[in-house]
């Protein structure tokens, strides 16, 4: 490891001004207690300040851990929309804990999810300090995350659904009513594709309904639209820096929104979406779908002249990804004054060792609290110590190590 790289792991990453957060202070992570969750039957982590490295051999339980500590930030898994997976097989009941502090109250804070598990299905408790909270809304922010895993390449080359999903999990963790928008905007769209599939009704009933969820999917629908194309565009720049910073400046990067009605260009989303519903409704009504808006629109990473998902190699398009989570890390400890909990899943492969020594250079700049999961510590590159810790993860046990790893997990 580099003399700069150690200097840089020894002092906190830069944060802006506190008196600009916008959504409550971060936590800074210290302890996670999980009990019958996927394979880990009981474990504890002691977090440090900064870095914290996972490793093990494939299955230990490393990626587990994260889905854990994602679990608490979003009370959602990303690797399952059913929570049923994440109790322990023959167990009913799972439990994850974590405790932070709130480094700018010096206040300690306890947040606990159960998945409990029955017949028909598993259902989730959350607490906060103790008390019961029902409402997703009121926890969320709680504990922020940015996560990345493997899947996320699969983001570049796989179906839009894909890529307009990794916004919205952006978008997710920077506004929460954002949730609610996607979902209210799902039923809306439902709504309006049965009324299109509908043969029973008069057309004058059938149009009146049409015009109805017309007018609430442009008014949801804009807001989805604009909060997307902002995030881009917000992201943009950070994006091309950070992809320089891991892979180089011989091909620039750039992203942008793409929909098919336009890009907004200063105009009002949600008057552009009312008037593109009204005009496809003939077309639409012979599809049997409708046919325009947020839930058909897309985004486009170029490298070069290139569009990345055709042409980036699969340590370019790691770096693609790798590069929007940096840029994201920077916007959100832009908006709060903290950077948040950093969750990187197997993180260094499939990059070459300058390139790996590049992107930790650069998480080391800009990331606050980081964990994150290797089957290769050795590739980490960073030095133990009080500012990154070595867990080693075995066969779903979880035991603290004292140094780094010098080869294999
Ligand atoms: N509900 C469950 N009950 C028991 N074991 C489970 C459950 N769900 C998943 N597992 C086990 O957890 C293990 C996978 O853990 P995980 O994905 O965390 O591995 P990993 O250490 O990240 O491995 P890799 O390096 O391959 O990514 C598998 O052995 C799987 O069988
Ligand atoms: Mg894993």
Known sequence: MSSTLVSCVRSRAPTTSASSCRCGSDLQLQHLSIREFRNLSAGEVHFGPRF?????????????????????????????????????????????????????????????????????????????DGKLVRSGLDFYGRLRAILFTPEDLGVLRGAPTGRRQFLDRVLFARERTHISDVQDYEKLLRSRNRVLRDEEGSPRTRDDLLATYEVGLAEVGGRIWTRRSRLLTDLHDRFAAAFAGIHGRSLPATVQYVSKVGALDGRVAQEVLADALRDSRRHDLVRGTTTVGPHRDDFDMQLGEQTASNFASQGQARALILAFKIAELQAARELTGEAPLLLLDDVSSELDPERSAQLFTALVREAGQCVLTTTAPHFIGLEPGQDCRYIKVTGGRIEASGAAPSNGP
């Open 52 to 128: 914290t490295v996972l490793h093990g051999h494939n299955g230990a339980g490393k990626t587990n851990v994260l889905e854990a500590l994602y679990l608490v930030a979003t009370l959602r898994s990303f690797r399952s929309a059913d929570f049923s997976p994440l109790v322990r097989q023959g167990q009913s009941e799972a439990r994850v804990e974590i405790t932070g502090l709130d480094a700018r109250v010096g206040i300690s804070s306890r947040l606990v999810v159960q998945l409990i598990r029955s017949e028909r299905q598993t259902r989730r408790v959350a607490q906060a």
